[in-house]
């Protein structure tokens, strides 16, 4: 079992900065692939970024790309995900996952890594609100 909890989200005004973390406790963390995803009111839940059990590999959304990044720390079992220049469309909940991988080292293609249905475990999210 693993439980994930985010951070750092709030309120930023727009062309701003934000840092989510998100913290993992249980099984071993260097066992996952990670990903962000958010959810805007009315909307699907929509893939932002993944990042691989090594942190080799990422792979963005056409619509953050340029503009947040993924990275991890094993040492610390936390993934981050790191927000410039928002805007009012980047607005909505933010949720890391985790992807178990069952064979040690494998690195998952974007088609995979993209789709919620490819992670196990979810934290409870963590609301962003971008300011006009």
């Known amino acids: 079992q693993v439980q994930l909890v985010e951070s750092g989200g709030g309120l930023v005004q727009a062309g701003g900065s934000l840092r989510l973390s998100c913290a993992s406790s249980?099984?071993?963390?260097?066992?996952?692939?990670m990903g962000w995803f958010r959810q805007a009111p009315g909307k699907e839940r929509e893939f932002v970024a993944h990042i691989s059990w090594s942190g080799t590999t990422t792979y963005y959304a056409v619509s953050v790309k340029g503009r947040f990044t993924i990275s991890r720390d094993n040492a610390k079992n936390t993934v981050y995900l790191q927000m410039n220049s928002v805007g009012p469309e980047d607005t909505a909940v933010y949720y890391c996952a985790a992807a178990y991988l069952h064979s040690s080292g494998t690195y998952l293609p974007y088609y995979r890594a993209s789709g919620a249905d490819q992670y196990d475990y979810w934290g409870q999210g963590t609301q962003v609100t971008v300011s006009s």
């Open positions: 249980g099984r071993t963390f260097s066992s996952y692939a």
